[in-house]
């Protein structure tokens, strides 16, 4: 895609799509399945997979499934097809999810080194991993897959050719360093970062986090540091409620909404397992208020043709190196972005009477003990004085999340309108 050129800014929305109703926010729940070792590794990591699938499905929610040639290749000789099956029956999204390793024979599956990797030897590689699954259901289109590493020039050629529509994630790192956040939107990828190219027609990209409950460094040495941990997860997930609840309020162009997250085979054990139950309960009473759903990557696609057919040359998602923050509230993201010397995290939800969302949220160093409590608040419509005297008396500081312009107000009439506020001692 390289001959493309990114158009979004280029745009003239007509007034006819500007009355839309914004659609729930989609929630992805993706789990890789990594090389395997050994027949009793398989074992393992296909059980954590139908532990994972327990919580999820406890909760209305679907998994998006993306597995490396030799997890297929098991599943083929352990009789595991039908159980696969089972998973597309129920919702659920397969793709693959090919590292650089390659098929020499059974289950001899060596790392391809990277002064090996030409673009015939990698065009080989996809076509083990894609064969293993595409031979377990054949029946079954493969639109989904995940490549580790291999973003170079026959990138976008494969895709095609290998008939994959769905770029599971993917420059975690790029967003986190220009947006402090990840993407709040599927997205037609350009050839490039999170540059966006409309005449893009191979495959969109369905974002999500890294291994949650981690906060690390994450991709190519030294690694870009993303925090994934639940509680600072549901801040993210507030920030793009916000942006959403924001173009629904003031008739901005109907866009397709996106938050994800991730997990693997082996990594999630009994701990792991817990906390993704805790994101699903706090997620809920989102999804029961019709601000978000639980969808498969297939089911976002979907969502997002649909849209994209209705919106002809409109962006949903636009960023090149250089732009403007693209979302409504800068500020805020700068004020709530995790690093490897920040934390954010939310502590929980404030009572402030109806109309009024508040949540609590601790910010600080990452190791220390220098923390700050802050108050994220908006309300559902209008603008009112919320006394927040008996959390915090005397004077507070309340910063604007779009601008960042801060005032002082007493804790007896702390203003707070739709657009969020974020409140300090």
């Given at each position: 895609?390289?001959?493309?050129?990114?158009?979004?800014?280029?745009?003239?929305?007509?007034?006819?799509?500007?009355?839309?109703?914004?659609?729930?926010?989609?929630?992805?729940?993706?789990?890789?399945?990594?090389?395997?070792?050994?027949?009793?590794?398989?074992?393992?990591?296909?059980?954590?997979?139908?532990?994972?699938?327990?919580?999820?499905?406890?909760?209305?929610?679907?998994?998006?499934?993306?597995?490396?040639?030799?997890?297929?290749?098991?599943?083929?000789?352990?009789?595991?097809?039908?159980?696969?099956?089972?998973?597309?029956?129920?919702?659920?999204?397969?793709?693959?999810?090919?590292?650089?390793?390659?098929?020499?024979?059974?289950?001899?599956?060596?790392?391809?080194?990277?002064?090996?990797?030409?673009?015939?030897?990698?065009?080989?590689?996809?076509?083990?991993?894609?064969?293993?699954?595409?031979?377990?259901?054949?029946?079954?289109?493969?639109?989904?897959?995940?490549?580790?590493?291999?973003?170079?020039?026959?990138?976008?050629?494969?895709?095609?050719?290998?008939?994959?529509?769905?770029?599971?994630?993917?420059?975690?790192?790029?967003?986190?360093?220009?947006?402090?956040?990840?993407?709040?939107?599927?997205?037609?990828?350009?050839?490039a970062g999170l540059e966006e190219d409309l005449s893009n027609r191979d495959y969109l990209i369905v974002f999500h986090c890294p291994q949650i409950t981690e906060a690390k460094?994450?991709?190519?040495?030294?690694?870009?540091?993303?925090?994934?941990?639940?509680?600072?997860?549901?801040?993210?997930?507030?920030?793009?409620?916000?942006?959403?609840?924001?173009?629904?309020?003031?008739?901005?162009?109907?866009?397709?909404?996106?938050?994800?997250?991730?997990?693997?085979?082996?990594?999630?054990?009994?701990?792991?397992?817990?906390?993704?139950?805790?994101?699903?309960?706090?997620?809920?009473?989102?999804?029961?208020?019709?601000?978000?759903?639980?969808?498969?990557?297939?089911?976002?696609?979907?969502?997002?043709?649909?849209?994209?057919?209705?919106?002809?040359?409109?962006?949903?998602?636009?960023?090149?190196?250089?732009?403007?923050?693209?979302?409504?509230?800068?500020?805020?993201?700068?004020?709530?972005?995790?690093?490897?010397?920040?934390?954010?995290?939310?502590?929980?939800?404030?009572?402030?009477?109806?109309?009024?969302?508040?949540?609590?949220?601790?910010?600080?160093?990452?190791s220390g003990t220098e923390k700050e409590e802050l108050l994220l608040a908006w309300r559902a419509a209008g603008s009112a004085n919320v006394d927040l005297s008996a959390l915090w008396?005397?004077?507070?500081?309340?910063?604007?999340?779009?601008?960042?312009?801060?005032?002082?107000?007493?804790?007896?009439?702390?203003?707070?309108?739709?657009?969020?506020?974020?409140?300090?001692?």
């Amino acid at each position: 895609m390289t001959a493309r050129f990114a158009l979004a800014w280029l745009l003239v929305v007509p007034t006819a799509l500007l009355a839309e109703e914004q659609p729930p926010i989609d929630i992805v729940f993706k789990i890789h399945l990594e090389p395997q070792s050994t027949r009793e590794a398989y074992r393992k990591r296909r059980d954590d997979v139908e532990a994972v699938r327990a919580i999820a499905e406890a909760h209305g929610a679907r998994l998006s499934i993306h597995g490396n040639g030799e997890f297929w290749e098991y599943s083929r000789e352990e009789g595991d097809a039908p159980l696969v099956r089972a998973w597309i029956a129920a919702g659920h999204h397969v793709g693959v999810h090919m590292h650089s390793v390659y098929r020499r024979g059974p289950h001899d599956w060596p790392q391809l080194p990277t002064a090996q990797q030409t673009a015939d030897r990698i065009r080989s590689l996809w076509q083990d991993h894609s064969d293993a699954l595409r031979t377990l259901v054949p029946e079954h289109a493969i639109q989904g897959a995940t490549p580790f590493g291999f973003e170079g020039g026959t990138f976008d050629t494969l895709m095609q050719s290998f008939g994959f529509s769905i770029l599971g994630g993917g420059r975690h790192e790029i967003a986190s360093d220009l947006l402090g956040h990840p993407p709040f939107n599927p997205w037609r990828p350009g050839a490039a970062g999170l540059e966006e190219d409309l005449s893009n027609r191979d495959y969109l990209i369905v974002f999500h986090c890294p291994q949650i409950t981690e906060a690390k460094p994450h991709g190519p040495q030294p690694g870009t540091f993303q925090d994934a941990t639940v509680a600072h997860l549901q801040v993210e997930f507030l920030q793009v409620l916000l942006e959403r609840e924001r173009e629904a309020r003031t008739g901005g162009v109907a866009k397709r909404w996106l938050f994800g997250f991730l997990t693997h085979d082996n990594q999630s054990p009994a701990e792991t397992r817990a906390e993704i139950e805790r994101l699903f309960t706090w997620l809920d009473p989102f999804v029961r208020a019709g601000q978000a759903r639980y969808a498969s990557f297939d089911e976002v696609a979907a969502s997002f043709l649909d849209w994209e057919a209705r919106h002809p040359g409109v962006s949903s998602f636009h960023y090149q190196a250089g732009d403007p923050y693209p979302y409504s509230f800068p500020a805020l993201a700068s004020a709530l972005h995790a690093s490897s010397s920040q934390v954010v995290d939310l502590l929980g939800s404030v009572e402030l009477g109806s109309g009024t969302s508040a949540y609590r949220l601790l910010r600080g160093t990452r190791s220390g003990t220098e923390k700050e409590e802050l108050l994220l608040a908006w309300r559902a419509a209008g603008s009112a004085n919320v006394d927040l005297s008996a959390l915090w008396p005397g004077s507070l500081r309340v910063m604007d999340g779009a601008s960042g312009r801060e005032e002082t107000a007493s804790a007896t009439a702390v203003p707070v309108g739709p657009d969020p506020v974020l409140v300090r001692r």
